[in-house]
Structure formats: C-alpha cells, structure tokens
C-alpha cells in the first residue's frame, strides 16, 4: 500500500523530474526535455504530476490537437492547431512502484472529464508498451489511419493510434 499518493497540476519545477521518468519509463522513445517542456508550456491544463510521498512518480502530458493526426515523437509542436478537435493524451508515464494502484484509470478519467467540460468531441493517443488492454478498458478504441503509418513507425511496431468517442 502505498501512502501519500495524489495527482497534482504540474509546475515549472517539475521539468527535470519529467524528464527522469520519461528516460525510466520510455528508454526506446527518447523526447528531449525541451520537446517535453513545451507541451506544458502550451497546455498547464492537461499536465499532472503524480507523487508518491512527496516525489514525483509518474506525469500524465495532454493537450488539444487534430483527430487523425499525431505529433511526431522528440518534435517541437511550435503552437497549438487553432482547429485542434480532440483532445491528445500524448504521455502518461508512471514509475513501476505506482503501478497497479489505479493511479492511471483516475488521470484518465479527470482528463476525460476535462476534454468534455472543453467541448471536445473525441480523446486520441497512441498506445505503447503493451499498454493497448489498458487503453480499451478506458473506453479508447484502435482506430486504423494508414496517413499515419509514418509518425506511428516513430513510437515502435507495435504502436496503435486510438480514440475515445465522448459525445
């Protein structure tokens, strides 16, 4: 049992502790910091940090974007799309000690809440890591788009674009 276990709002010290896990959690999928700094610059209200009595043990990185697209991996978005008609969970990373808690499923279902209350019609992400099972059990669907056979090479073979239908 783990104690003192709460998401909170991500700030702007929680760079270097993001970019720790990032490293722990995602070896094969390499964002620079700055890469990983900007979604936060451009979107505070989709970034979390999980702690674990005090220290950051996981982070969820989201934020409005197109449906049927996705940011290539360890690239700079530069802004926002001003017709963004989803809303994009592009990393939840949680340290193996937080795993199995039900942390993840509780980000999730804030985020969906959040992505509702901002009118977006559908939530997309990729799903990496033999992570697919959870993803469907959030309500996320595989959807095939072979424009993106390209970016998804990027986060490995066994990457799978997926959207959840809000409305």
Not at 86 to 112: K, N
């Amino acid at each position: 049992m783990l104690k003192d276990v709460a998401w909170r709002a991500m700030s702007g010290y929680d760079g270097a502790a993001v970019f720790a896990i990032a490293r722990q959690v995602h070896p094969g999928f390499f964002e620079a910091e700055a890469v990983l700094a900007e979604k936060f610059t451009l979107y505070r209200n989709g970034c979390y940090v999980l702690d674990v009595g005090e220290k950051p043990a996981g982070y969820v990185l989201s934020h409005p974007w197109r449906l049927g697209d996705l940011p290539a991996l360890d690239t700079l978005l530069g802004a926002l799309p001003a017709d963004a008609d989803t809303f994009y969970i592009h990393d939840l990373a949680l340290l193996p000690l937080t795993r199995g808690i039900g942390a993840a499923g509780h980000i999730v279902a804030a985020l969906t809440k959040h992505a509702m209350a901002m009118g977006f019609p559908t939530m997309s992400l990729v799903a990496v890591n033999n992570s697919l099972a959870f993803w469907t059990r959030q309500g996320f669907m595989v959807e095939t788009r072979p424009e993106l056979a390209e970016k998804l090479g990027g986060y490995g073979s066994e990457a799978r674009y997926m959207v959840k239908r809000l409305v």
